[in-house]
């Protein structure tokens, strides 16, 4: 069966909720990922999900910070989740459908403003995580898996605006892109996105600092879809729906998406 995916920071459920109602009703994903939700589990509006079917939920959470999700219009078996650097923040929550296929969803953390972990305790923080994760991903095979989310890091240079401009900006510095590239590799993870997008500039990130975030698309891309060899042979489409950037109110993420043939 064809089975569709998408991730999107969402940069609070409970504000932007006509937004996640409008997405879902316009391509109605199979499984939605929520990241930055910014609510308590039992504060997340969830009527309005389930009236459109999406009537499984797998969430941690907290007030005013952090935040992940999962909304599943197909069953879902909650195989919780990991606190990263033991700070009880709400950065991943993971299911399993029945077809055995893991989803991991990620929000890593964004990591300040000064790329040097010894002037910057987020920025080590960020480092601190992306370590674990590579840790955990070797020493405890997934099987099956897709894993997506706010990974907060745009790796290659054709993911950034400019390459040479943001080389010590964090979220493109080298030292970041070497620990994210040692997570997927410590997985084995394909990045699905590329897989079938293997050229040329793509975002999914733009500031709402800029007056106009679509003429000056000084964007990165920072939300991903990775999955486990097995799965990612059988991927089918990737689609990243940058007019979602100029919606009413929006996030500064928009959804990527990714479509799978499935058992």
């Not at 879902?24 to 079917?53: H, M, N, W, Y």
């Not at 401009?165 to 993870?189: C, I, M, Q």
């Not at 050229?199 to 879809?225: F, I, T």
């Not at 059988?234 to 990527?256: K, T, Y």
Request: proline share 6%.
């Amino acid at each position: 069966m064809h089975f569709t995916i998408a991730t999107w920071n969402i940069n609070s459920v409970r504000l932007r909720e006509p937004l996640v109602l409008q997405l879902l009703r316009e391509t109605s994903p199979d499984v939605l990922c929520l990241q930055e939700c910014k609510s308590p589990v039992e504060s997340i509006p969830v009527d309005g999900f389930a009236g459109l079917g999406y009537d499984r939920m797998l969430a941690r959470g907290q007030k005013g910070y952090n935040g992940v999700l999962i909304l599943s219009r197909l069953p879902i078996e909650d195989l919780g989740s990991r606190d990263f650097c033991g700070k009880g923040d709400a950065r991943h929550v993971a299911g399993r459908l029945p077809n055995g296929v893991a989803i991991h969803n990620f929000y890593v953390p964004a990591g300040g403003d000064i790329p040097d972990p010894d002037q910057n305790a987020k920025f080590a923080h960020k480092l601190a995580f992306l370590d674990e994760m590579e840790t955990w991903f070797e020493t405890e095979p997934t099987g099956p898996a897709i894993l997506v989310g706010d990974l907060n890091i745009a790796p290659r240079e054709d993911d950034v605006w400019n390459h040479r401009a943001l080389l010590k900006v964090v979220s493109h510095t080298p030292v970041e892109v070497e620990r994210l590239d040692a997570v997927r590799r410590s997985g084995d993870w394909v990045d699905v996105t590329r897989h079938h997008v293997p050229e040329g500039r793509l975002y999914s990130w733009w500031s709402y600092r800029a007056r106009d975030w679509s003429a000056s698309d000084r964007g990165r891309r920072l939300d991903h879809v990775w999955a486990t060899p097995d799965i990612a042979a059988r991927s089918r489409s990737s689609r990243i729906l940058r007019s979602v950037r100029g919606w009413e109110a929006p996030s500064d993420h928009v959804p990527v998406f990714a479509t799978f043939e499935l058992d």
